[in-house]
T-cell receptor, first 110, second 113 residues
């Protein structure tokens, strides 16, 4: 089964609203990463949070990590139509390779 | 500097033919990864190269799949005797170190007829 699983599978919001996506994983990790994918092609790295960190910010992005619950959340504030994409969390499971979830498809309507 | 590049961007082949997919990682990145993404699915890890170490092939789905990384730079993923279920987007990524962020190429969309 997937190491990282995103929730919800799909999210539809209006521009200006906040979007929250969650990720759960099963095994111990060194770090957790969030990626964005447009149109089913190349992924763009958004943010990496290490297992000893609880929260990290990057622009309009806020990521939290709760290792006791094996979960992470990605918050996009003041969303824009250009944020429309699929968002994936990826965990290293203590190894160097990443395991990706199936993603959350975010639709931001103008 | 240039990002990760992959070629071809699209490949259509007939069932039973062999295909080669190429990845040019970011210069200086020691780690290189291949993933596969089927329609509507997350990424499936295939193979990982780190420096001169033996590659981690644990994600390869069958012995029809193989990959090489020559000179610690360019990598080629080869699929022999392609099957329709091999149709997917094949993504390559590189990272400076094994546990740092991965930079992805645009992918190769493989269609097996």
């Amino acid at each position: 089964s997937q190491q990282g699983e995103e929730d919800p599978q799909a999210l539809s919001i209006q521009e200006g609203e906040n979007a929250t996506m969650n990720c759960s994983y099963k095994t111990s990790i060194n770090n957790l990463q969030w990626y964005r994918q447009n149109s089913g092609r190349g992924l763009v790295h958004l943010i990496l949070i290490r297992s000893n960190e609880r929260e990290k910010h990057s622009g309009r992005l806020r990521v939290t990590l709760d290792t006791s619950k094996k979960s992470s959340s990605l918050l996009i504030t003041a969303s824009r139509a250009a944020d429309t994409a699929s968002y994936f969390c990826a965990t290293d499971g203590g190894y160097s390779t990443l395991t990706f979830g199936k993603g959350t498809m975010l639709l931001v309507s103008p | 500097g240039a990002g990760v590049s992959q070629s071809p961007s699209n490949k259509v082949t007939e069932k039973g033919k062999d295909v080669e997919l190429r990845c040019d990682p970011i210069s200086g990145h020691t780690a290189l990864y291949w993933y596969r993404q089927s329609l509507g699915q997350g990424l499936e890890f295939l193979i990982y190269f780190q420096g001169n170490s033996a590659p981690d092939k644990s994600g390869l789905p069958s012995d029809r799949f193989s990959a090489e990384r020559t000179g610690g730079s360019v990598s080629t993923l080869t699929i022999q005797r392609t099957q329709q279920e091999d149709s997917a987007v094949y993504l390559c990524a590189s990272s400076q170190y094994s546990e740092s962020e991965q930079f992805f190429g645009p992918g190769t969309r493989l269609t097996v007829l």
